[in-house]
């Protein structure tokens, strides 16, 4: 059983390398019949990420909200979810951490901890509720998840508007005891945007892996999943492990909501449409194959094409809109499973000869 996981591991991870290179060939050939130079403009591109500190610190900083979202994605997919609501959960963990950040004096790094936590608890009290439908109702969760977005979104303005503000676009900056930004990790890297999310997303990676792999908890959530009828057979309380599975899902969006805001933004602004970090996290998720390492590996991936897409566009002049369809090429790549019905075809191709040469050599 370990050498067939591991078997499935590495074709898993060469499927994904294969789906980012092809990816990134159509991206280029659409550089080249627009006109433009796709070496130039990758070039241009990944030296942006890696070549200055400032640039390091502000693609990790792109990078922290796609391993965040990108698990609460994965982690509802090994259950057997498809949690589409994470873009509504994130803004509901941006909402509940500026509330907290703005109306709420405590002691510094206390104020930071009680905000963070507030965010998670937004994210899943938001999941609670498709999870609820789901377990009791049989609600299908892509419906109702996709419609917390749209309540989300205009809550999240509601409250700006009429609580936070009075008739304001966007709230006052959250103080610096609440801030995640901190002066010495700025520091670090030349005075960049990078935040102490990064951690925050490194822990909850680790944390699902223990969860789902290493404990009783997540044995039963991925057997829910995978089979509820037999897990209910076996005696697990199957509508708990899905509202827990959401809750859980939940706690990550919001985390990343939280993280986003109290590190980046500083401030909840009104929004005339989504961030799109949480939708993103879907194609972080399928590209890292639901599994902790491979979300922060496609989340690395992301955030370093998200921030150096700006310089390929200063510099190569090649609208960063290409970057889009480079993802959307990714995502079809993966999503289609090219490179394994490829394989496929190659062994039954291999099959049909070695019959075809039995039958010669019988004759």
Do not use: C
Request: proline share 3%.
């Amino acid at each position: 059983m370990q050498v067939l996981s591991k078997i499935n591991k590495q074709s898993s991870f060469f499927a994904s390398l294969i789906s980012v290179i092809m990816g990134l060939l159509v991206g280029g050939v659409m550089m080249i019949l627009a006109g433009y130079n796709p070496i130039q403009a990758y070039i241009a591109l990944f030296q942006s990420a890696f070549l200055q500190p400032f640039d390091i610190g502000e693609t990790i900083r792109s990078i922290t909200p796609l391993i965040l979202t990108g698990l609460a994605v994965g982690l509802a997919f090994r259950t057997g979810l498809f949690n589409i609501g994470v873009e509504g959960q994130f803004i509901i963990g941006q909402l509940a951490a500026v509330i907290v950040a703005i109306k709420l004096d405590l002691p510094p790094v206390l104020h930071a901890i009680v905000a963070v936590i507030a965010g998670a608890l937004g994210g899943a009290l938001w999941a609670f509720l498709p999870g609820y439908l789901k377990a009791k109702r049989g609600v299908h969760e892509v419906i109702t998840t996709i419609m917390m977005n749209f309540i989300a979104l205009y809550l999240s303005n509601l409250a700006v508007t009429e609580w936070l503000t009075e008739g304001a676009d966007k709230t006052k900056n959250v103080p610096e005891s609440a801030s995640l930004h901190w002066s010495f990790l700025s520091q670090m890297f030349d005075g960049s945007s990078v935040h102490f999310g990064i951690f925050i997303a490194i822990v909850a990676a680790i944390f699902m892996y223990y969860l789902l792999w290493k404990t009783t908890t997540g044995y039963q959530l991925r057997a829910v999943g995978f089979n509820p009828h037999a897990s209910e057979y076996a005696g697990m309380n199957v509508s708990r492990n899905i509202v827990l599975s959401m809750m859980i899902s939940g706690i990550f969006a919001g985390l990343a909501g939280a993280s986003e805001l109290l590190g980046t933004s500083g401030y909840q602004s009104i929004q005339a449409s989504y961030t799109g970090i949480g939708f993103d996290g879907i194609a972080v998720s399928l590209l890292g194959g639901n599994t902790p390492f491979g979300i922060v590996l496609s989340a690395s991936l992301f955030g370093i094409l998200t921030y150096g897409g700006s310089n390929m566009e200063f510099v190569a002049g090649v609208p960063r809109e290409v970057i889009r369809v480079v993802f959307a090429a990714i995502i079809f790549f993966v999503a289609a499973n090219i490179v394994r019905w490829a394989s496929q075809r190659r062994k039954k191709k291999k099959v049909k000869e070695s019959n075809e040469k039995a039958v010669k050599s019988g004759d």
